[in-house]
Protein backbone atom coordinates (compact mmCIF):
# COMPACT_ATOMS: atom_id res chain seq x y z
CA UNK A 1 0.00 0.00 0.00
CA UNK A 2 1.83 2.67 1.31
CA UNK A 3 5.65 2.50 2.80
CA UNK A 4 5.98 5.93 5.69
CA UNK A 5 9.32 4.58 6.96
CA UNK A 6 10.91 8.09 6.26
CA UNK A 7 7.63 9.70 7.39
CA UNK A 8 9.26 11.66 10.32
CA UNK A 9 8.95 15.01 12.28
CA UNK A 10 11.59 16.78 14.12
CA UNK A 11 10.49 17.87 17.54
CA UNK A 12 11.78 21.52 18.92
CA UNK A 13 9.13 23.90 19.96
CA UNK A 14 9.49 22.93 23.90
CA UNK A 15 10.53 21.60 26.79
CA UNK A 16 9.08 20.41 30.08
CA UNK A 17 11.32 20.35 33.12
CA UNK A 18 10.30 19.36 36.48
CA UNK A 19 11.77 23.52 37.71
CA UNK A 20 9.32 24.89 36.02
CA UNK A 21 6.55 22.74 36.33
CA UNK A 22 3.87 22.90 38.24
CA UNK A 23 3.11 20.87 41.65
CA UNK A 24 -0.63 20.31 41.05
CA UNK A 25 -1.03 18.98 37.47
CA UNK A 26 -4.63 20.12 37.23
CA UNK A 27 -2.64 23.43 36.92
CA UNK A 28 -0.30 22.26 34.46
CA UNK A 29 -3.01 20.71 32.63
CA UNK A 30 -4.56 24.71 32.92
CA UNK A 31 -1.07 26.34 31.33
CA UNK A 32 -0.76 23.52 28.18
CA UNK A 33 -4.91 23.56 27.57
CA UNK A 34 -4.62 27.93 27.16
CA UNK A 35 -1.29 27.52 25.57
CA UNK A 36 -3.68 25.16 23.24
CA UNK A 37 -6.18 27.28 22.66
CA UNK A 38 -5.17 30.09 21.67
CA UNK A 39 -2.65 28.70 19.66
CA UNK A 40 -3.96 28.87 15.52
CA UNK A 41 -2.64 25.53 14.74
CA UNK A 42 -5.50 24.04 16.88
CA UNK A 43 -9.11 24.04 15.97
CA UNK A 44 -10.57 21.92 18.86
CA UNK A 45 -8.47 22.37 22.11
CA UNK A 46 -11.31 20.86 24.12
CA UNK A 47 -11.10 17.59 21.80
CA UNK A 48 -10.09 14.59 23.70
CA UNK A 49 -10.55 11.18 23.15
CA UNK A 50 -11.45 9.12 25.48
CA UNK A 51 -10.72 5.53 26.05
CA UNK A 52 -12.98 3.00 28.10
CA UNK A 53 -12.38 -1.14 28.25
CA UNK A 54 -14.75 -3.41 26.65
CA UNK A 55 -16.20 -6.85 27.88
CA UNK A 56 -13.81 -8.35 24.85
CA UNK A 57 -10.65 -7.24 27.02
CA UNK A 58 -10.02 -4.81 23.97
CA UNK A 59 -10.36 -0.86 25.16
CA UNK A 60 -12.22 0.92 22.35
CA UNK A 61 -11.47 4.97 21.88
CA UNK A 62 -13.79 8.11 20.36
CA UNK A 63 -13.59 11.55 20.81
CA UNK A 64 -15.38 13.23 22.79
CA UNK A 65 -15.71 17.39 23.80
CA UNK A 66 -14.19 18.63 27.21
CA UNK A 67 -16.26 21.11 28.64
CA UNK A 68 -15.41 22.02 32.48
CA UNK A 69 -11.88 21.27 34.41
CA UNK A 70 -11.71 22.16 37.92
CA UNK A 71 -9.64 20.47 40.69
CA UNK A 72 -11.76 18.04 40.92
CA UNK A 73 -11.52 16.75 37.16
CA UNK A 74 -12.21 16.35 33.76
CA UNK A 75 -16.15 17.27 32.65
CA UNK A 76 -17.79 15.78 29.68
CA UNK A 77 -21.01 14.92 28.22
CA UNK A 78 -22.81 11.94 26.67
CA UNK A 79 -25.46 9.28 26.24
CA UNK A 80 -25.56 7.19 29.48
CA UNK A 81 -26.59 4.16 27.64
CA UNK A 82 -24.24 4.69 24.71
CA UNK A 83 -21.50 2.11 24.02
CA UNK A 84 -19.14 4.21 26.33
CA UNK A 85 -21.47 4.92 28.53
CA UNK A 86 -22.39 0.68 28.96
CA UNK A 87 -18.83 0.56 29.38
CA UNK A 88 -18.28 3.02 31.96
CA UNK A 89 -21.37 1.48 34.05
CA UNK A 90 -19.07 -1.70 34.43
CA UNK A 91 -15.89 -0.33 34.96
CA UNK A 92 -16.33 3.15 36.51
CA UNK A 93 -12.48 4.19 34.52
CA UNK A 94 -11.63 5.64 31.28
CA UNK A 95 -8.44 6.91 29.89
CA UNK A 96 -8.78 10.54 28.52
CA UNK A 97 -6.11 11.57 25.67
CA UNK A 98 -4.94 15.12 24.33
CA UNK A 99 -2.60 15.88 21.32
CA UNK A 100 -1.81 18.83 20.49
CA UNK A 101 0.50 18.10 17.29
CA UNK A 102 0.70 22.00 16.50
CA UNK A 103 2.39 21.93 20.11
CA UNK A 104 4.07 18.62 19.91
CA UNK A 105 2.21 18.07 23.34
CA UNK A 106 -0.03 15.25 24.32
CA UNK A 107 -1.19 14.59 28.06
CA UNK A 108 -2.73 11.36 29.00
CA UNK A 109 -5.16 10.73 31.76
CA UNK A 110 -6.34 7.84 33.69
CA UNK A 111 -9.73 8.51 35.76
CA UNK A 112 -12.19 7.45 37.79
CA UNK A 113 -15.82 8.36 36.69
CA UNK A 114 -18.80 9.20 38.44
CA UNK A 115 -22.22 10.67 36.63
CA UNK A 116 -22.56 14.12 37.94
CA UNK A 117 -25.61 15.58 39.78
CA UNK A 118 -28.70 15.90 37.65
CA UNK A 119 -29.46 19.46 38.21
CA UNK A 120 -25.77 20.57 36.93
CA UNK A 121 -26.41 18.07 33.46
CA UNK A 122 -29.99 19.73 32.71
CA UNK A 123 -28.16 23.05 33.21
CA UNK A 124 -25.47 22.22 30.57
CA UNK A 125 -28.21 20.70 28.41
CA UNK A 126 -30.37 23.62 28.37
CA UNK A 127 -27.44 26.46 27.56
CA UNK A 128 -27.23 24.03 24.02
CA UNK A 129 -28.70 25.24 21.24
CA UNK A 130 -32.18 23.96 20.59
CA UNK A 131 -31.30 21.77 17.62
CA UNK A 132 -28.56 20.05 20.00
CA UNK A 133 -30.59 19.35 22.35
CA UNK A 134 -32.94 17.92 20.03
CA UNK A 135 -30.32 16.05 18.34
CA UNK A 136 -29.75 14.82 21.23
CA UNK A 137 -33.29 13.71 22.13
CA UNK A 138 -33.52 12.16 18.70
CA UNK A 139 -30.64 9.74 18.66
CA UNK A 140 -30.40 6.70 20.66
CA UNK A 141 -26.64 7.07 20.56
CA UNK A 142 -24.36 3.23 19.19
CA UNK A 143 -28.06 1.68 18.72
CA UNK A 144 -28.35 0.07 15.36
CA UNK A 145 -30.98 2.37 13.73
CA UNK A 146 -32.58 1.36 10.03
CA UNK A 147 -31.27 4.50 8.17
CA UNK A 148 -30.70 8.30 8.41
CA UNK A 149 -34.86 8.79 7.59
CA UNK A 150 -35.12 7.27 10.94
CA UNK A 151 -33.28 10.43 12.52
CA UNK A 152 -35.07 13.00 10.27
CA UNK A 153 -38.45 11.93 10.98
CA UNK A 154 -37.97 11.81 14.47
CA UNK A 155 -36.29 15.20 14.26
CA UNK A 156 -39.35 16.44 12.51
CA UNK A 157 -41.72 14.91 14.89
CA UNK A 158 -39.85 16.53 18.19
CA UNK A 159 -39.09 20.36 16.47
CA UNK A 160 -43.08 20.09 15.90
CA UNK A 161 -44.00 19.00 19.39
CA UNK A 162 -41.34 21.45 21.25
CA UNK A 163 -41.90 24.36 19.00
CA UNK A 164 -42.88 26.77 21.51
CA UNK A 165 -41.70 24.82 24.85
CA UNK A 166 -38.49 23.86 26.38
CA UNK A 167 -37.15 20.47 25.41
CA UNK A 168 -36.83 18.38 28.99
CA UNK A 169 -33.18 16.75 28.88
CA UNK A 170 -33.29 13.01 28.10
CA UNK A 171 -33.14 10.60 31.26
CA UNK A 172 -30.20 8.76 30.03
CA UNK A 173 -28.10 12.29 28.57
CA UNK A 174 -25.79 13.54 31.08
CA UNK A 175 -22.19 14.41 32.21
CA UNK A 176 -19.28 12.73 33.80
CA UNK A 177 -16.72 13.72 35.61
CA UNK A 178 -13.57 12.02 35.33
CA UNK A 179 -11.73 12.28 38.30
CA UNK A 180 -8.32 12.12 37.81
CA UNK A 181 -5.38 9.24 39.47
CA UNK A 182 -2.72 9.60 36.94
CA UNK A 183 -2.15 12.58 34.54
CA UNK A 184 1.26 12.00 31.84
CA UNK A 185 2.69 15.26 30.16
CA UNK A 186 5.12 14.40 27.09
CA UNK A 187 6.24 17.25 25.19
CA UNK A 188 8.29 15.90 22.22
CA UNK A 189 12.13 16.91 22.03
CA UNK A 190 14.86 16.16 19.78
CA UNK A 191 16.68 13.11 18.98
CA UNK A 192 13.44 11.15 20.49
CA UNK A 193 14.61 12.11 23.97
CA UNK A 194 11.54 13.41 24.40
CA UNK A 195 9.90 14.81 28.09
CA UNK A 196 7.60 12.68 29.64
CA UNK A 197 6.67 13.97 33.34
CA UNK A 198 4.05 11.71 35.23
CA UNK A 199 1.82 12.57 38.34
CA UNK A 200 0.76 10.11 40.63
CA UNK A 201 -2.11 10.29 43.30
CA UNK A 202 -0.70 8.78 46.03
CA UNK A 203 -3.52 9.49 49.03
CA UNK A 204 -4.02 13.20 48.53
CA UNK A 205 -0.59 14.04 47.13
CA UNK A 206 0.15 14.29 43.59
CA UNK A 207 3.94 12.33 43.59
CA UNK A 208 5.75 13.83 40.40
CA UNK A 209 7.88 11.53 38.40
CA UNK A 210 10.18 11.54 35.06
CA UNK A 211 9.61 8.51 32.56
CA UNK A 212 12.11 7.47 29.70
CA UNK A 213 10.81 8.17 26.49
C1 LIG B 1 -14.47 16.16 17.69
C2 LIG B 1 -15.58 15.28 18.18
C3 LIG B 1 -16.27 15.63 19.33
C4 LIG B 1 -17.29 14.82 19.83
N1 LIG B 1 -17.90 15.16 21.00
C5 LIG B 1 -18.80 14.31 21.55
C6 LIG B 1 -19.34 14.59 22.84
O1 LIG B 1 -19.01 15.60 23.50
N2 LIG B 1 -20.23 13.71 23.35
C7 LIG B 1 -20.61 12.57 22.67
O2 LIG B 1 -21.41 11.81 23.20
N3 LIG B 1 -20.09 12.28 21.46
C8 LIG B 1 -19.20 13.11 20.89
N4 LIG B 1 -18.67 12.82 19.65
C9 LIG B 1 -19.07 11.57 18.98
C10 LIG B 1 -18.30 10.40 19.60
O3 LIG B 1 -16.99 10.35 19.05
C11 LIG B 1 -18.99 9.03 19.40
O4 LIG B 1 -19.27 8.81 18.03
C12 LIG B 1 -20.30 8.91 20.19
O5 LIG B 1 -20.20 9.49 21.47
C13 LIG B 1 -20.69 7.45 20.33
O6 LIG B 1 -19.65 6.75 20.96
P1 LIG B 1 -19.82 5.29 21.58
O7 LIG B 1 -20.75 4.52 20.67
O8 LIG B 1 -18.45 4.72 21.61
O9 LIG B 1 -20.39 5.44 22.97
C14 LIG B 1 -17.65 13.63 19.13
C15 LIG B 1 -16.95 13.28 17.97
C16 LIG B 1 -15.93 14.09 17.50
C17 LIG B 1 -15.17 13.67 16.27
Redesign the pocket.
Known sequence: MENLHDKRKIYEKSQLIESEIKENPLEQFRDWFLDASSNPTVS?AN?MAVS?LEDDGCP?T????L?EYTYEGFI????YD????KAIAKTHKACLHFFWPGLERQIIIKADLEKIAENLSDGYFHSRPKGSQLGAAVSP??EVIPDRAYLEVKLKELEEKFENIEVPKPENWGGYIAKPYEIEFWQGRPNRLHDRIIYTLKGMDWEISRLAP
Open positions: EATRRMVLKFYTNSRKGQS
